[in-house]
């Protein structure tokens, strides 16, 4: 009976052992490839439905694995530098073989990205470009991004120069700012460095643009909103240095649909100062008088932009922007003079105390409209504007007689300046047969300006009014334009030659202390050519030379004009001349660009009634005033070269003589 049950149980467990071999199967996994260059891939299975992970093992060519048969398996071999292996199968009682091998990635090139230096400056045609990007990122509003920018000099008194001894016309996105240059200056500290996109500079301007910009033209373009969805940034930042500058402010974009808007503001806290030492020599008596100055300028800016462009068919886009700046500045001045004499008598020591302080604002609206005539380029371009400028400010000033000691003169007054611009132009750019390209269009351009000023002074008798510094003035400009231009290239030579027309009408009256006026009316015409020829190509750069020729006029601007005196401290004030007279001036100049990149020019200006500012003295009294005077005419040469290493990597340099 025993043995029996231990026959059955050993015919038992061999029918088990059986059974379980036969529930089993063998998978068999071949890698092909050489097997020197072969990666270990990393071989991981799952069970299906479940996705339970079963193994992982490591593979190079070859793996056997033993798995439950008749059911089903996901195998995923990976390896890095390599495409995932996967594979689905299901076991049955015999071997299961699966074959494969390594493939590289594989890149989706539908959207492509190429990545390149953005050149600091670069040229189109007569046109140089500069980048504010990099510029701005150590700067703290528009004036410094001004004074950085490659080829242009900025002196102390806010005027800008390019190629010749006429300041250059500024710009704000393509509009004349017609503003005295020490307002241009307030104006642009007014904006923050970043929202200057751009500045162009146009030594020799075409037909296309204001024949008043013999200096050149600075056009500084500010940012707009762009079609990017929605985003935003958050600015801050201080700067130190003797004074402390602070500023903070945001950027926020949307684009809704065929609109986008954008809106920003930045608030700016600064504080300059300027320190002044002067020797001047009194022809008269040989006397010298040593002025030793000290001023602060603090200063606090509100900015605010905002735009809305709207895309209103496949041909129409029309647009709006706004900006408003609030500036609130003040100067402290302490002014300390000697005056000494060749004999043998004491100096005379006096000192000015002078204390101004005021609110200036500038409002800009802009209205423009493009309309796409065809695929080539061809385009119609509107825009309306109108700016307004507004300036109220107070002065004190206390001037003491230290030695000999004498009555002191106190005074203050009251300053209103008022001005309003208004500009309409119409821009056609259209693509004749025969590649010709065709641009005019005409522009009409008003402007008025009134100042106010009151002052009084006491010496010790009690205030009066100060008939030599009060003052009434109201100014009236209005400019009407005209301008076509073609050009075409033959044999590799770009010919574009242009004619403008001009008509100025100016009127000034001047109604306190007395009665006085000034006017102007004129029409001119000024021509303009330029040629550009590929040269050869020097290491890989292509060398093009371009010859330039153009008549242009500078009329003398509202402050200019005004006969207001404008009180600096005891010994000095500026005023303006009623009777300048326009200056005109005939340019020729000859440049070459290495890749669009302006290397060396050379030119001549030839200038006809130049006015500038001089300083005047009166011997008597040691009272020096700055004005503005026709001096003639000027021929003057020039030369100019540029160089440096491009941004992009670690370090970059322009240098520019």
């Known amino acids: 009976m025993l043995q029996n049950r231990t026959l059955f149980f050993c015919c038992s467990f061999m029918l088990a052992s059986i059974t379980g071999f036969a529930q089993n199967s063998k998978v068999f996994m071949s890698i092909s490839g050489n097997k020197t260059t072969l990666p270990n891939g990393t071989a991981t299975l799952y069970t299906l439905p479940d996705s339970s992970l079963l193994f992982t093992r490591i593979i190079r060519d070859t793996l056997s694995l033993i798995v439950p048969a008749n059911s089903s398996f996901f195998l995923k071999i990976t390896s890095a530098g390599m495409q995932p292996i996967q594979r689905t199968f299901a076991t049955s009682d015999s071997i299961v073989k699966i074959d494969a091998s390594w493939q590289p990635p594989t890149t989706d090139l539908s959207n492509v990205v190429v990545v390149a230096r953005k050149p600091l400056i670069k040229q189109e045609d007569d046109k140089t470009i500069v980048d504010a990007e990099v510029l701005a990122n150590s700067s703290s509003n528009a004036y410094e991004v001004l004074e950085k920018t490659p080829g242009a000099v900025v002196d102390q008194d806010g005027s800008v120069y390019l190629n010749s001894a006429t300041p250059a016309t500024i710009q704000i996105n393509g509009r004349e700012v017609k503003l005295s240059a020490a307002d241009v200056a307030s104006l642009l500290k007014s904006l923050p460095a970043s929202s200057v996109i751009k500045i162009e500079i146009l030594r020799t301007p075409s037909a296309k643009y204001d024949a008043s910009s013999s200096g050149g033209i600075i056009n500084i ?233 009151i002052y009084f002074n006491n010496n010790g008798s009690g205030a009066k009014l100060d008939s030599f510094q009060s003052n009434r003035f109201r100014y009236r400009e209005e400019i009407a334009s005209a301008y076509a231009q073609i050009s075409k290239t033959f044999a590799g030579l770009t010919i574009k030659p242009g004619l403008r027309f001009e008509r100025t009408l100016i009127k000034g009256n001047q109604f306190f202390p007395q009665d006085t006026s000034l006017s102007i009316n004129r029409s001119d015409l000024f021509p303009y050519l330029y040629l550009r ?94 004005t503005f005077d026709n001096l003639g005419r000027n021929k003057e040469m020039y030369l100019r070269f540029v160089a440096g290493i491009p941004p992009g990597g670690k370090y970059f340099f322009y240098l520019g003589a």
Request: charged share 20%; glycine share 8%.
């Open 533 to 626: 020829r590929n040269i050869a190509k020097v290491f890989g750069f292509q060398l093009s030379g371009n010859a330039i020729y153009r008549r242009s006029i500078s009329r003398p601007y509202y402050e200019a004009l005004n006969p207001y005196p404008k009180y600096i401290d005891q010994y000095l004030y500026e005023v303006g001349n009623p009777r300048l007279r326009p200056q005109f001036t005939r340019n020729y100049e000859f440049n070459i660009n290495a890749a669009d990149f302006p290397v060396f020019a050379i030119g001549v200006n030839d200038i006809k009634d130049i006015f500038t500012g001089v300083t005047y003295q009166d011997d008597s009294s040691k009272i020096v005033y700055r």
């Open 221 to 453: 373009v500010l940012k707009k909103g762009v079609k990017l969805g929605t985003s935003g940034s958050v600015n801050a930042g201080t700067f130190q240095g003797v004074k402390n500058t602070t500023t903070a402010g945001f950027n926020v974009n949307r684009s809704f649909g065929k609109l986008s808007g954008n809106l920003s503001y930045q608030f700016t806290d600064r504080d300059n100062f300027e320190k002044v030492s002067s020797d001047r020599l009194i022809a008269t008596d040989n006397s010298v008088v040593k002025q030793q100055s000290y001023t602060s300028f603090p200063a606090t800016t509100h900015y605010v932009s905002a735009g809305l462009d709207a895309t209103l068919s496949s041909k129409w886009n029309a647009g709006y922007d706004v900006r408003f700046s609030a500036n609130n500045n003040k100067s402290y001045a302490q002014n300390d003079i000697v005056i000494s004499y060749p004999i043998s008598v004491g100096p005379d020591q006096n000192r000015s105390l002078i204390n101004n302080g005021g609110t200036s604002y500038f409002l800009s609206n802009d209205w423009y409209a493009t309309y796409k005539i065809d695929s080539l380029g061809s385009k119609l371009e509107l825009e309306a504007d109108f700016d307004v400028f507004d300036n109220d400010r107070f002065q004190q000033y206390d001037n003491q007689f230290i030695q000999p000691a004498l009555q002191g003169l106190i005074g203050n007054g009251d300053i209103a300046s008022r001005k309003y611009i208004f500009s309409a132009e119409a821009d056609l750019t259209y693509k004749l047969p025969g590649k010709y390209t065709l641009e005019a269009g005409g522009k009409t351009n008003f402007s008025k300006s009134t100042n106010s000023a």
